[in-house]
């Protein structure tokens, strides 16, 4: 079984930069790098929408509202997958999530960090 812990959020102003951190120390390194991982984001009242993922051979996907902004990254060794956010927006809001993607059901979703974009 595979789990996520997701780190890195805070307040940043517009325009500002963060990196978030999602590790799995509890999966087998042979069982993590089979997984598509992905960063979710959920802003307040809204759904939660995937906006990247990573194969275990470093192919990404974007949602269209980061493209250009956001950059995913992963280390299996390290069983980290990292999501660079630059050029931050309000829209960007949002409480970030990391989990199994590309087609996968999710699995328990961790407790998640809070990013706040805000003057």
């Known amino acids: 079984q595979i789990q996520f812990v997701e780190s890195g959020g805070g307040l940043v102003q517009p325009g500002g930069s963060l990196r978030l951190s999602c590790k799995s120390p509890?999966?087998?390194?042979?069982?993590?790098?089979?997984?598509?991982v992905g960063w979710y984001r959920q802003p307040p009242g809204k759904e939660r929408e995937l906006v990247a993922s990573i194969t275990k051979d470093g192919t990404t996907n974007y949602a269209d509202s980061v493209k250009g902004r956001f950059t995913i990254f992963r280390d299996n060794s390290r069983k980290t997958v990292t999501l660079q956010m630059n050029s931050l927006k309000s829209d960007d809001t949002a409480a970030y999530y990391c989990?199994?993607?590309?087609?996968?059901?999710?699995?328990?979703w961790g407790q998640g960090t809070q990013v706040t974009v805000s003057s």
């Open positions: 509890r999966t087998i390194t042979s069982v993590y790098w089979q997984y598509v």
């Open positions: 989990n199994v993607a590309g087609g996968r059901p999710p699995v328990e």
